[in-house]
């Protein structure tokens, strides 16, 4: 399991765990990205209001004119649905499988279900948890059940200074960084690898309103994925 993580709020995390899944998806890997940031849950929400239209009938993401989907994510399996279910969950290889966050999370042994989530996924399937903002303590949960940590992070001052504290959080929680991501940029100095202690794996542009319908965005994203997918982190994914 791979966690995406990030230093306060809006660093990206959310988004970039979205597109980094659909990417993989378009790769061909059975993907699950499941909501772990239980305060601020919004993952499944995202999916929904951004889901791609089938092949033949439009490039933009969104549904179509005159259609009703839902936003809420309430028709969206949980993590902890997913963990207690009698059967286990099988991502296909069209689109990723999103799992919200429960519905009363406070009642829930947040280290306990995400360690089971490992249990209850394919070996093969490359499974992404959108963690909680580094400065919460809720973050230690997902990179404690995580092998590696993804930091998303803007190019801002305060943000990589964030960034590069939870880098050092999820070090000692046995999660080290497999890399970062920079959003909202295409360039990235090379000091930032330097602060982070990890290598750059991704540089995502601004893409607007609505980043995941951006084709520059979701070129990031697939240029993202293959090199997340050379990486140690990615050993025994089936991804092409």
Request: aromatic share 2%; charged share 20%; glycine share 10%.
């Amino acid at each position: 399991m791979i966690a995406v993580a990030g230093g306060k709020g809006g660093s990206g995390k959310t988004t970039t765990t979205l597109g980094l899944a659909r990417a993989l998806s378009r790769r061909g890997a059975p993907v699950v990205a499941a909501d772990a940031d239980w305060d601020l849950p919004n993952l499944a929400r995202l999916a929904a209001e951004t889901k791609p239209e089938p092949p033949g009938k439009t490039e933009a993401e969104g549904p179509p004119v005159g259609a009703a989907r839902r936003t809420d994510g309430a028709d969206t399996r949980t993590v902890l649905d997913a963990v207690r279910g009698t059967e286990p969950v099988r991502p296909g290889r069209s689109a990723p499988t999103v799992l919200a966050a429960p519905d009363a999370p406070r009642s829930v042994d947040a280290g306990a279900t995400f360690d089971a989530l490992d249990g209850a996924t394919p070996e093969s399937a490359p499974v992404l948890l959108d963690s909680p903002a580094g400065a919460s303590p809720d973050v230690a949960a997902p990179l404690r059940a995580a092998d590696r940590a993804l930091i998303a992070t803007p190019l801002r001052r305060a943000a990589l200074r964030d960034a590069a504290k939870t880098a050092a959080i999820a070090r000692r929680l046995d999660c080290p960084p497999v890399g970062a991501v920079v959003i909202g940029e295409t360039d990235v100095p090379d000091r930032v690898a330097t602060l982070l202690g990890c290598p750059v794996l991704g540089a995502i542009p601004d893409g607007g309103a609505v980043p995941l319908s951006d084709p520059s965005v979701r070129s990031a994203y697939d240029g993202l994925a293959s090199r997340l997918g050379e990486t140690a982190a990615a050993s025994g994914w089936q991804i092409a």
